[in-house]
């Protein structure tokens, strides 16, 4: 009886002396400008069951010990852990401390020790346009954003380059789940996190290997209520467009070109005069096709409608977004018909809804659902083949239409560039998307301080379906024929016919389903100055899209761990193991491990300065993987073989197939694993001025390359790729940004990125070279090859004088090329190493800053990149007339001197020439530029509305805005944009004016 009433006492006490260490903190939590932040939930680490929210004045009260780990969370994405050392405490918000939802385990700011680049939606939304790539210019340190100029093309990503000879394009995660962002709305974006190094990226296992970029959406906020609409009316106004020679001007150029090949000319001085006085200009034409088809703009608008808040136990945002894209085709054009309109146009609509609800104080869910019905539609021609006939058909070819109101067209090039445009029908898509995740949090704290478990699911469903309006149209021909008074006649010849238009719904076009499992056990607790975290995750993923051998199915177990002593001394590891469908049976899983470390200088006492604010340093190794190989490389399959005839008298001989073995299997297939080590310095001086720079290394090893010879006549069948494809990446990142203000009233920020890379190639699978120059081994990623040009020939003697150039019949005028190995010819074996990479920029740099005044304000993003090639290989921009089915622009007649007989002391461009000419037209030194750039990327000039004024029309926020995208370019590439040199749709300035209203 006395032990009882002795344990009970004691019991009594131990819960007193706990009681009586429990005290209230108070406190206030406020964002980078001193502003008060409501809605920021404070919990302390291991126990979520204390947990308040921060009212309007950012204040908050909350029962804890002191020596506690407090953590605050503001709308899911800004967090800030800090352990209590007072009973009142004010505690920033900073830019520093930002939440990256990369499976529940990295955050960035003072806890992190890996190389992760977090920017908010407050960096980016001023770049706001319709295309969410295009917003991310320059911004980000390591992530390189590159501009395609298609009507449907994303910039391109890559981070620190991609590393790999398979491809550079990273991970792209949406909420926790591998996606597509071209389906985003910036609007409802809260973060971008890249992540670089191994550390970061070894989570990620068989897909980490080139970065994972990682992006949150928005969620709704405690005790707040907000709606928020915005409407953005645009225009796109055409850039770089190449300028084609007139009807005269082509004719006799081709005339000179086939005086130099050696062939009669196809122009009498006739004919010459007719182009020139614009007669008959059914035989002798002068069509600017570009002019005919595309109007001088195109028009977007885009309409925004936002609801976000919440109350103490359930959160929202709900995003309802529509845009449209009328695009620049000319409007008669497109509605030739009165059957189908062949506009190339665009519409989305798409809407989100994210909710979360505290189920209980240690039970939380959350929904994300988001739905997307896109159509798109164009003529019933792809978008290349639309405009490289424009690009190609000359002026003098043939009329848009001929006096007999039929279209125009000859023998030579057939399709009539408008036609194609206006008379052949429609080519329309429907996409339908869902996209839906679930996920439980739920708190185990009752079984111990600390303990927690997640579980999530995700499903995703995209289909494509096709419907196609076709129709032919008919044509005419006409052919000169001189008569002997000196005129022309033409001799008419009609071919196709008008057809009536035949629409096909061809139905699914294109589908697949994603699902994914995920569940994790974590552990998080703090022991006086000690914090450790540690969880075990499993995941699995399924993506089945059409078509045979494309499924792919992941596997993971995940164990990571973290150790934090006092905010200084911080140590994280993972170890992954992970498996991948299109490895070998039996052989699916590899291990990708790391481990990083920082220590946060500025929290020791002996550093401690007015002056200097954040200090930290961080090393990082480790391991990923890139599983993008295709199916069955380890097996050896029958294929169809050639077969042969068999003489069956009085039949036809007939041909009888069969079967053969195909290419050999690999053996010990594997993927492409890549070890990253990084070094990295975070810090932030005078409350003003943040710095991040890092050091890396790449090294890529077992990588799939192609063998020397596709098949040995040796053993007779294919030879199989192989994993031996090693690359070495290294360079630094570097992002500087100063904030301030004067009084208060003068906001200002300057930034910028930098990124410097060098690549090399250690083993590509070539085999052995005669001459060291032509190894690729040991030379940078993408470097560009070619011939040395050193001139032009003068005439016959200087090409008999000269090495032998094998290429193709070689005529004065014609490049001239370096004999690199002295063997008197000129070959394959002359080429060498020029200029630099062609598909990564070796630097790669950004600028951005801006100012607002009294509610006006001006952001600006320019960004450039250096030791960058381009190779001037556009058919009928920068290689005229070749095949006698191409072009000629005004590049070649008045930006190039070209050579001919007069000009060849001074020519810096070969002759005109109608053939093939495999020796001019090749890569060379006479067609690569300088692909440096420095562009204007974003301009945004806007105007907030006085606070009263906006109050009195019931108003919490009023902005009016003007922004423009790609307003201009410094580069050494005319006429086409230096970043993309394809035949495309055109590169475009874009302007925006739109305005925001916040109730």
């Not at 073995?661 to 990295?680: D, F, H, M, Q």
């Not at 370019?969 to 944009?977: I, P, R």
Request: a neutral charge; glycine letters at 8%.
């Amino acid at each position: 009886m006395n032990i009882k009433y002795i344990s009970i006492l004691g019991i009594a006490g131990l819960f007193s002396i706990s009681t009586m260490a429990q005290q209230t903190i108070t406190g206030t939590i406020k964002n980078r400008q001193e502003v008060p932040v409501l809605g920021a939930t404070v919990s302390v680490v291991g126990d979520p069951a204390k947990k308040v929210i921060t009212d309007e004045n950012g204040a908050f009260s909350i029962e804890a010990e002191k020596g506690d780990y407090i953590e605050i969370i503001y709308a899911d994405d800004k967090s800030k852990r800090v352990w209590i050392t007072n009973k009142v405490m004010n505690i920033s918000l900073a830019e520093l401390d930002l939440l990256v939802d990369n499976r529940g385990v990295y955050r960035t700011g003072s806890n992190q020790t890996q190389s992760i680049s977090t920017i908010s939606s407050d960096e980016f939304l001023k770049n706001s346009t319709p295309n969410f790539s295009n917003s991310l210019y320059g911004l980000i340190p390591g992530l390189m954003v590159m501009q395609n100029t298609g009507w449907t093309d994303n910039a391109e990503l890559m981070v620190r380059g991609g590393g790999s000879l398979t491809g550079k394009n990273p991970l792209i995660v949406v909420d926790g789940i591998p996606r597509d962002l071209s389906y985003l709305n910036l609007i409802e974006v809260e973060t971008v996190s890249v992540l670089k190094d191994g550390a970061a990226t070894a989570l990620w296992g068989t897909r980490g290997a080139n970065g994972v970029v990682i992006i949150t959406t928005k969620r709704g906020q405690y005790q707040q209520r907000d709606i928020d609409i915005n409407y953005t009316y645009g225009i796109g106004l055409p850039i770089n467009q190449p300028e084609f020679a007139d009807g005269y001007t082509y004719a006799t150029m081709k005339n000179e070109a086939l005086h130099n090949d050696g062939l009669p000319l196809q122009y009498d001085k006739a004919a010459l005069d007719a182009f020139r006085n614009g007669t008959n200009t059914d035989l002798f034409s002068n069509t600017d096709w570009q002019k005919e088809a595309l109007r001088k703009h195109s028009i977007n608008n885009q309409l925004n409608i936002v609801f976000r808040g919440g109350g103490n136990k359930v959160r929202y945002y709900s995003a309802i977004n529509y845009k449209n894209d009328y695009g620049i085709l000319n409007k008669e054009l497109a509605e030739f018909s009165e059957r189908y309109n062949s506009q190339m146009k665009k519409y989305d609509l798409n809407a989100r809804m994210n909710l979360d609800v505290d189920v209980t104080p240690y039970t939380r869910a959350s929904v994300s659902m988001f739905g997307l019905l896109r159509e798109e539609n164009r003529p019933n021609t792809s978008e290349t083949e639309m405009f490289s006939a424009l690009y190609h058909v000359p002026s003098a070819a043939f009329p848009m239409r001929t006096s007999t109101n039929m279209w125009g067209s000859n023998y030579l090039f057939q399709k009539n560039p408008i036609a194609q445009i206006a008379d052949i029908g429609y080519y329309k898509t429907n996409r339908r998307l869902l996209q839906s995740n679930l996920k439980i949090y739920q708190d185990l704290s009752l079984i111990t301080k600390g303990l927690r478990v997640e579980l999530g699911v995700a499903y995703d469903n995209d289909a494509v379906f096709r419907e196609t309006g076709e129709k032919s149209y008919a044509y005419e021909v006409n052919t000169p024929i001189l008569l002997e008074t000196g005129m022309f006649e033409g001799s008419k010849e009609t071919f196709g016919d008008d057809s009536a238009l035949s629409i096909s719904n061809n139905g699914l076009s294109s589908q697949f389903i994603r699902t994914v499992l995920d569940g994790k056990l974590i552990y998080d607790r703090a022991f006086g100055m000690h914090a450790i975290n540690g969880t075990v995750q499993y995941s699995q993923e399924s993506y089945v899209p059409m078509g045979r051998n494309n499924t792919r199915k992941r596997q993971s177990y995940v164990f990571t761990g973290g150790y934090n002593y006092a905010n200084k001394y911080l140590v994280d590891v993972v170890v992954n193991q992970s498996g991948t469908s299109v490895l070998s049976n039996g052989d699916k899983y590899r291990t990708y491990p790391a481990v990083s470390a920082a220590w946060v200088l500025s929290n020791e006492k002996f550093l401690q300065s007015s002056l200097l604010d954040y200090l930290k340093i961080r090393a990082s190794w480790g391991r990923s993987g890139n599983d993008n190989i295709d199916y069955d490389l380890d097996e050896r399959y029958w294929v169809d073989a050639p077969g042969f005839l068999i003489q069956n008298p009085p039949i036809n001989p007939a041909n009888s197939g069969g079967l053969i073995p195909g290419t050999l299997p690999i053996s010990n297939l594997t993927i492409e694993r890549a070890e990253k080590y990084n070094v990295g310095i975070d810090a932030q001086f005078l409350k003003r001025l943040s710095l991040t720079a890092d050091l890396f290394w790449d090294k890529r090893k077992d990588m799939l390359v192609n063998s020397s010879n596709l098949y040995s006549e040796v053993i007779g069948t294919g030879v199989p790729q192989q994993n031996i494809g090693r690359m070495n990446s290294k360079g630094f990142d570097v992002s500087l940004m100063w904030k301030d203000n004067i009084r208060k009233k003068f906001n200002y920020y300057v930034g910028s990125t930098f990124s410097y890379l060098k690549t090399a190639i250690e083993e590509n699978g070539e085999g052995y070279q005669p001459y060291d120059y032509l190894y690729r081994k040991g030379k940078p990623y993408g470097q560009c090859y070619g011939l040395e040009a050193i001139g032009y020939f003068r005439d016959q003697s200087d090409i008999e004088d000269s090495p032998k150039q094998v290429f193709s019949e070689v005529r004065p005028g014609d490049i001239k090329y370096k004999d690199q190995n002295g063997d008197g010819r000129i070959d394959q074996y002359d080429e060498i190493a020029i200029g630099h990479s062609t598909l990564v920029p070796g630097i790669y740099y950004g600028i951005n800053l801006g100012f607002e005044y009294k509610g006006f304000g001006i952001d600006m993003v320019f960004q450039g990149v250096g030791k960058y090639s381009r190779m001037l290989n556009v058919q009928s921009v920068y290689w005229p007339l070749r095949n006698n089915n191409s072009n000629i622009s005004t590049w070649y007649l008045k930006d190039k001197i070209r050579w001919t007989e007069e000009t060849r002391d001074i020519a810096n461009a070969p002759r005109l020439t109608t053939l093939d000419n495999a020796n001019n037209f090749r890569n060379s030194t006479q067609w690569l530029t300088n692909g440096a750039y420095f562009k204007l990327r974003n301009l945004n000039v806007y105007y907030n509305l006085p606070q009263k004024w906006a109050n009195a029309m019931k108003m919490d926020k009023c902005q009016v805005y003007l922004r423009g995208n790609n307003l201009f370019s410094l580069d050494h590439v005319k006429y086409m944009n230096s970043e993309d040199l394809s035949i495309n749709y055109p590169d475009m300035t874009s302007l925006y004016v739109g305005v925001n209203i916040n109730f």
